[in-house]
């Protein structure tokens, strides 16, 4: 099976963002890190435990109405298990973020009522917002902002600067562009990372990385593979030889019959990015 080359991708504002994450956290009670459901060990980045210095944390499993449920309730219980609070949420439906304001005020009960001890009863609570590129924070900011505060698009890198968001009377966010992180170590998490779509698609061949995609799902969730297509497939099979069937499921043919798998890739992945493939999660939770 053909492998993705090494995915490397670092442009120069990702420098400038983990700087300016570092030099505002003194203005922050909190850190709320956005996460794909999808991959949730993958599409975080792991030099911000470092970065954040121990401030509390709360973490959005966003983009779990296209995650596997199961799998889903497995990564909250893991998180949890860690001390972390977690929600499970759809940014753009705005599922589950009715959860948010209240977990901000458990998570930060000791600083709250601190402040009202000292007479400042409604102190602005302030919570910086982070994640890898194109995990949602956007959405996320705007769906409970209720208006469009912050860029929404659906590629990787648009947030550029920060800015600050008002919420409530008593909550604002600081929005920071996305980060990740200069090498990826482990190539499986790179792959996820472009299956979803954080890294951007002109990095990586499009083929070669839905031939990928086609031979995971064949493995994980063959059924939602051959009920979306209406194709068979075997164990172990050549993603290439998937992909071909795709296209030729599709009617995806060019002159003389050839089947167009540069077109049948861009279905593939447009389809399992937008959760028409199912609900779809490539990593469990590490054993404790």
Request: aromatic share 6%.
């Amino acid at each position: 099976m053909t492998e993705i080359p090494s995915i490397q991708w670092f442009p120069g504002h990702m420098t400038k963002t983990k700087r300016m994450i570092k030099a505002s956290l003194p203005l922050v009670d909190a850190v709320v890190e956005i996460i794909d459901a999808r991959i949730p060990e993958s599409s975080r980045n792991p030099d911000l435990h470092t970065l954040i210095e121990g401030k509390p944390r709360i973490v959005i499993l966003n983009k779990c109405d296209t995650a596997d449920e199961s799998a889903t309730q497995k990564w909250i219980a893991w998180y949890q298990r860690q001390g972390i609070a977690v929600i499970a949420a759809d940014c753009r439906s705005g599922k589950g973020l009715n959860k948010f304001i209240p977990t901000v005020k458990q998570v930060l009960a000791d600083l709250i009522a601190k402040y009202e001890a000292k007479g400042m009863k409604g102190r602005v609570l302030h919570l910086m917002v982070v994640g890898i590129p194109n995990v949602g924070k956007s959405s996320f900011i705007n769906r409970l902002a209720g208006q469009k505060k912050a860029k929404v698009e659906d590629r990787p890198g648009v947030t550029r600067t920060k800015q600050w968001v008002k919420l409530s009377e008593d909550v604002e966010l600081l929005d920071m562009p996305g980060v990740l992180w200069p090498k990826f170590e482990d190539m499986a998490v790179g792959e996820k990372l472009a299956f979803t779509g954080a890294v951007k698609d002109d990095v990586v061949d499009i083929e070669t990385l839905a031939c990928r995609l086609l031979y995971v799902l064949n493995d994980l969730y063959r059924d939602a593979l051959t009920a979306r297509y209406k194709i068979e497939t075997s164990d172990g099979e050549d993603g290439y030889e998937l992909l071909k069937k795709v296209g030729k499921a599709r009617g995806m043919l060019v002159s003389g019959g050839e089947i167009n798998t540069e077109r049948a890739a861009i279905t593939v992945l447009d389809e399992y990015r937008s959760g028409k493939l199912g609900r779809i999660t490539l990593e469990l939770p590490p054993k404790d």
